[in-house]
T-cell receptor
Framework: DTGVSQDPRHKITKRGQNVTFRCDPI?????LYWYRQTLGQGPEFLTY????????KSRLLSDRFSAERPKGSFSTLEIQRTEQGDSAMYLC?????????????FGPGTRLLVL | GQQVMQIPQYQHVQEGEDFTTYCNSS?????IQWYKQRPGGHPVFLIQ?????EVKKQKRLTFQFGEAKKNSSLHITATQTTDVGTYFC??????????FGQGTELSVKP
């Protein structure tokens, strides 16, 4: 257990429905990252926050995706009008701000299946 | 942007055999990190290399960063069934986001 928690761990939804995932980072970590991982691939960066500010979004993050970190603590990732191609593992990671040497700690992920 | 290519994609070994996975880039890397992901699990940080020619060891695992900082390798000596999983290299980029390789899936036959 790295100290990063994600909820839910599994989500099955029908195409067209909206889903929301939550990530609780390690408490003293001010940077929070979201990644998506499909079967047989490495995680792909989606977006990251420093405190409550969203500093970068990947081109993978279509307008159906939105992420927030309202108080600089937990974060939510919402997918609207889900598509079958959204089926993946959604991983959250956190770390302290600083240079790249700071270790990133991953949560257990949320597995999404869109039927 | 930076990309890292990882080979092989799969490796099946007999328990006790050695295993190596390679990570290559066409550009100079500022750092390389290695992660292990067990089946059904999440990536777990193993190590980070930042210096040219750096070699680090963790028990049976040896990590190397190339002199030109364009490649890296992870070598496991005398594999055990507990080594099963997918090993990823990743580059820490601006803002700390990670760019992952495709991973090498290791299976170990007892």
């Amino acid at each position: 257990d790295t100290g990063v928690s994600q909820d839910p761990r599994h989500k099955i939804t029908k195409r067209g429905q909206n889903v929301t995932f939550r990530c609780d980072p390690i408490s003293e970590h001010n940077r929070l990252y979201w990644y998506r991982q499909t079967l047989g691939q490495g995680p792909e960066f989606l977006t990251y926050f420093q405190n409550e500010a969203q500093l970068e979004k990947s081109r993978l993050l279509s307008d159906r995706f939105s992420a927030e970190r309202p108080k600089g603590s937990f974060s939510t990732l919402e997918i609207q009008r889900t598509e079958q191609g959204d089926s993946a593992m959604y991983l959250c990671a956190s770390r302290k701000a600083g240079r790249y040497q700071e270790t990133q700690y991953f949560g257990p992920g949320t597995r999404l299946l869109v039927l | 942007g930076q990309q890292v290519m990882q080979i092989p994609q799969y490796q099946h070994v007999q328990e006790g055999e050695d295993f190596t996975t390679y990570c290559n880039s066409s550009t100079t890397l500022s750092n390389i990190q290695w992660y292990k992901q067990r089946p059904g699990g999440h990536p777990v940080f193993l190590i980070q290399l930042v210096k040219s020619g750096e070699v680090k060891k963790q028990k049976r695992l040896t990590f190397q960063f190339g002199e030109a900082k364009k490649n890296s390798s992870l070598h496991i000596t005398a594999t055990q069934t507990t080594d099963v999983g997918t090993y990823f290299c990743a580059v820490g980029n601006q803002g700390g986001k990670l760019i992952f390789g495709q991973g090498t899936e290791l299976s170990v036959k007892p």
